[in-house]
């Protein structure tokens, strides 16, 4: 009956292992997912202009690497529904006014690297960040920032808001 039971419990063992080395990847997959899928200016485009939200560039183009365009190629799929998901909350008009655009401060999660969008400071806007996120403190270059319960930062610059979501 020992060996019995020792058996049952060493093929309970191995199908666990099994289940686990089949789902592991599977969850390690969708994580990475959530903060990008990279999308190209196309799907970008399509996907915030049916969310109703707007954008406008200084030199009226959508081309990465020139910084007067606004543009969406490669930003993450979590950027893009992150802004959705707070133009849906907030009830507010938004327009972006930056995207992947060359331009922009460097770092991990910056705008080249598709985390980040700048926004139009309208006072809806301005007013839905304010009462609705916690006061972060301040950035190293003054801009207050306040933070979403889900570790979004949205920072006050000095002609829009600045939004990086990880």
């Known amino acids: 009956?020992?060996?019995?039971?020792?058996?049952?419990?060493?093929?309970?063992?191995?199908?666990?292992?099994?289940?686990?080395?089949?789902?592991?990847?599977?969850?390690?997959?969708?994580?990475?997912?959530?903060?990008?899928?990279?999308?190209?200016?196309?799907?970008?485009?399509?996907?915030?202009?049916?969310?109703?939200?707007?954008?406008?560039?200084?030199?009226?183009?959508?081309?990465?690497?020139?910084?007067?365009?606004?543009?969406?190629?490669?930003?993450?799929?979590?950027?893009?529904?992150?802004?959705?998901?707070?133009?849906?909350?907030?009830?507010c008009a938004v327009t972006i006014t930056g995207g992947t655009e060359t331009g922009h401060a460097s770092g991990r999660y910056s705008h080249w690297n598709g985390y980040k969008v700048d926004i139009s400071p309208t006072p809806c806007v301005t007013n839905y960040i304010k009462h609705t996120f916690r006061y972060a403190g301040k950035r190293g270059d003054g801009a207050p920032m306040y933070k979403s319960s889900a570790g979004n930062i949205y920072a006050r610059e000095s002609s829009h808001w600045d939004i990086t979501y990880k």
């Open 1 to 91: 009956m020992l060996s019995t039971h020792l058996s049952a419990r060493s093929r309970l063992a191995a199908v666990a292992l099994t289940a686990v080395a089949v789902v592991a990847p599977l969850v390690t997959a969708d994580a990475a997912a959530a903060s990008g899928t990279k999308l190209t200016q196309a799907q970008a485009a399509r996907k915030l202009r049916a969310a109703g939200i707007s954008w406008t560039s200084s030199g009226h183009c959508s081309d990465r690497n020139n910084r007067r365009c606004t543009s969406f190629s490669r930003i993450n799929s979590g950027t893009v529904n992150g802004i959705i998901a707070f133009k849906r909350a907030s009830h």
